[in-house]
Structures are given as C-alpha cells and as structure tokens.
C-alpha cells in the first residue's frame, strides 16, 4: 500500500488480485487473507494493525469486517486531519481587534469631584 492512499483502492487492488488467483484454482482461507491485508498496509495504519493483531483472532476474523474496520478508521482520520488542519489555520489567524469599553461624552456627565491625582490613575489605566 502507497502512502496516503485511499483503503477502497488498495482493497480493490487485493481483491482483483485474490479473484485472479483464484482465477488459477489457487485457494485461501479466510484466516491467510485477513493476514495477507493485515501486512500489506502501510506505516500509517502501524496502530490499528497492532490493534486488531493483539485482539482479534486472525482465522476467526472475516474480511469484510477487516474491510469495514479499515474503511471506519480511516474516515476518523481524516475527519481528525482536517480538524486538526482548520484548527491550525485559525490560530495563523491575527487576532480581531474589538472595543472594549466605548467612551461617548455627554455634557455635564464629567465627575469633576475627582481629583488630579485620581485623574492621573484614571488615565494611566485607560492607557494601558
């Protein structure tokens, strides 16, 4: 399997190739094909692979729940590549600038019991 291939076109690549064998009168057991697919993913699926190894029985185990396994994991991970890649996208991003306080002047509402020193503070904060 290539890097970065869609499982549908690798599972119609081993499926014509395992109808053409058994085009040869050469036969599998469930258990080899399952094995068979098993290997022949590629390094991006090294955790399901390990995952189905460790807890599944590979005789036992039908190719068409391999098939659907595959096909599920594989649509979480791109659903979690794309996630990942807008979330990225946005903290590129600059910051919006919004107004946190709006200062509007109405005559007479001016506090002039302030005083200048409190006036000061007034203004270092709204600085700042």
Known sequence: MKQDEPIVDMITYFTDIINGLKGYDRKFTNGKLVSKMIRSLSEDWNS????????????????KELYRTLMKYELNNTEMKEKTRKSKEEMKEPPKRQIALKLTNVEGSFNTNMSDEELDDLVLLIKK
């Open 48 to 63: 399901l692979r390990m995952l189905i190894e460790n807890t599944k029985d590979v005789n036992t185990y039908l190719l």
